[in-house]
């Protein structure tokens, strides 16, 4: 994902100097203040993001962390008050450097912000003594001159000034914790403010969330990186269909990809980012702020035309996918962009509402239906340049005879249509035994693959008139694998499979049986071994015993030659009981 990112960001801030991070995943890149609010609206594949206070510096023991921290300008992005009252948190994580213990990392560092933040706050009590005073004298000179209307003013006057500044403090940081990174690689710190994470602040317009939902991230990283947004922007026409699509998630990241549209600017004001000082203190910046993310937001492509299909057999995840359509619609993103050829929505819609089926219909231009893709095969043919991109269910929501049931009926729905589309594109984890690249009779091609969850997951590309043209699978399958006999010979076990017989040669039924006979070769080439042995062993005993034979043979003439035979005889007497 590193060189999507890249790619990304290059885009979005020219001259950024965009790089890796040595030793962590992601990359680090300049910009202004302006360029940073563009990459919180623009960048769809961004996870999180974080500001480097200062530059990095040498932190091999406690000592030289203290001395430089107090160098870096701090007030900048962190309130005195915040730190002090604990609306901090620290994160710390140590790779490779002097100071590994990270909760002691974390400690000191926390402690000389708070010492820093100290020091601040003592002059900002300061100057609220000083307030309150010029507070005290305005009410003594607007007050009766009595001895009780002498006291009350300056009770209440102070009372009053401790609540409003009480609820200031507690108005702004109540909800706000600011999240601060500390990170040494090979005792090199670099300290940063979290500006945002796609774990607590929520990306994109997908409201409602279904099982089995993957981030939108991914899917803008997946569209990006294979070309299949730049293809959307070079036509000016989206037409997706989903056969699986849940909550929505790939036919809205495709639409709102293509247009460009801005992300998280509903949620930027609850960002806290905006109580920084440097932000909070200037009023004409947030005014600006406000005004360029406005004008952004109207800059997105209205031309593009727009036909995106899908259906599921759950109501619960469907009703989910029309309440995200229904959060773009009341944006006005579906009303302003262009009708692709409606023919083919209006047809599905009223043979499905004719057979009673939930649908669901935006401007003719997205079209949502409760039903199972193979209700959909009978209008198929008017899908024709339509990109396939879905999510095939897998997990413990469904039996695993009802999943192969599901996955038979998707194998004979490709087979009939797979012509019909531009591209076939599958989301299926390749860490299980029972996956559907597994049971599926056609070959997937991987394009990139990541986790998502416990679950390792992979975009598989179909490519029809290659799998079709050519042979699934070979006549046979040779398995080699290299038997150690001894420490200076091997011997290779091979296994030959004949796989005519077998209507799917990648299935789970002919692994089952490759392994098998796997394992039969093998059987009998351990009992070949062992009946070797018992023979190298009686070979070694019969020179052995013929070895000794020779031993007494030469001992006997050796005596004779000595004593003669006589003698000979006399010992052999002795010798044999």
């Not at 209307?149 to 109540?174: D, G, I, L, M, W």
């Not at 001992?555 to 010798?575: C, V």
């Amino acid at each position: 994902f590193e060189k999507v990112l890249k790619n990304e960001l290059n885009q979005i801030v020219k001259g950024a100097h965009v790089r890796n991070v040595f030793g962590k995943p992601g990359v680090e890149f300049r910009a202004n203040f302006s360029e940073m609010i563009d990459v919180m609206l623009f960048s769809r594949t961004i996870n999180s993001l974080r500001v480097v206070i200062g530059h990095p510096f040498h932190a091999s023991d406690v000592g030289n962390i203290k001395y430089n921290m107090d160098k870096l300008n701090f007030s900048a992005f962190l309130p005195a008050d915040a730190v002090v009252n604990d609306y901090v948190r620290y994160h710390a994580k140590s790779f490779s450097s002097t100071l590994y213990h990270e909760e002691l990392l974390r400690d000191v560092v926390k402690a000389k912000l708070e010492e820093i933040a100290g020091d601040r706050t003592k002059l900002l009590e300061l100057q609220q003594q000083l307030d309150e005073q010029l507070l005290l004298a305005e009410s003594y000179e607007s007050a009766p001159a009595t001895e009780d209307a002498n006291a009350q003013p300056e009770a209440k006057s102070a009372e009053r000034v401790r609540a409003k500044t009480y609820a200031r403090h507690k108005k702004k940081f109540e909800d706000e914790i600011f999240q601060m990174h500390c990170s040494v690689m090979k005792d090199k710190m670099c300290l940063a403010l979290e500006v945002f994470n796609a774990e607590l602040t929520k990306p994109g317009h997908k409201k409602f969330i279904g099982w089995g939902s993957v981030k939108e991230n991914i899917i803008a990283a997946y569209l990006q990186q294979t070309g299949i947004i730049d293809d959307f922007r070079a036509s000016e026409s989206v037409k997706v269909f989903d056969p699986f699509c849940g909550s929505g998630t790939i036919l809205l990241e495709s639409l709102l990809a293509t247009i460009n549209y801005p992300i998280r600017y509903e949620r930027l004001d609850a960002l806290n980012f905006n109580n920084w000082p440097i932000v909070a203190k200037n009023a004409g910046l947030a005014a600006d702020m406000a005004q360029y993310i406005a004008r952004r937001r109207e800059e997105y492509n209205k031309t593009t035309k727009v036909s995106a299909i899908g259906c599921d057999i759950s109501i619960n995840q469907l009703n989910n996918a029309i309440q995200n359509f229904k959060h773009l619609e009341r944006l006005d993103i579906i009303k302003s962009v262009r009708l692709n050829d409606n023919s083919v929505i209006i047809g599905m819609k009223n043979a499905l509402s004719a057979r009673e089926k939930k649908t669901r219909s935006f401007k003719n231009k997205v079209l949502l239906a409760h039903c199972s893709f193979a209700e959909v095969s009978a209008h198929a043919d008017k899908l024709e340049g339509y990109t396939l991109i879905t999510n095939v269910p897998y997990g413990s929501n469904y039996s695993q005879a009802k999943l192969g049931e599901i996955y038979a009926q998707f194998d004979d729905f490709l087979e009939a249509h797979h012509a019909l589309f531009k591209k076939i594109v599958i989301l299926c984890p390749n860490n299980l035994k029972n996956a559907y690249i597994v049971r599926s009779r056609f070959q997937w091609n991987i394009e990139l693959d990541f986790y998502n969850g416990k679950y390792k997951m992979g975009f598989f590309a179909f490519t029809p008139e290659r799998n079709m043209t050519q042979p699934l699978a070979p006549e046979y399958v040779v398995h080699e694998k290299v038997v150690k006999r001894s420490r200076k010979s091997n011997v290779v076990v091979k296994t030959k499979i004949l796989l005519s017989k077998l209507k799917a040669p990648n299935s789970k039924k002919a692994k089952d049986v490759i392994e098998f006979a796997r394992t039969k070769k093998r059987n009998e080439f351990l009992k070949s071994q062992k009946e070797y042995e018992a023979q190298k062993t009686a070979r070694i005993r019969g020179l052995m015993a013929r070895a000794d034979e020779r031993k007494a043979l030469a001992m006997q003439q050796k005596i004779n030659e000595l004593m003669g035979d006589s003698a000979t005889d006399a010992i052999t007497k002795l010798i044999k009981p």
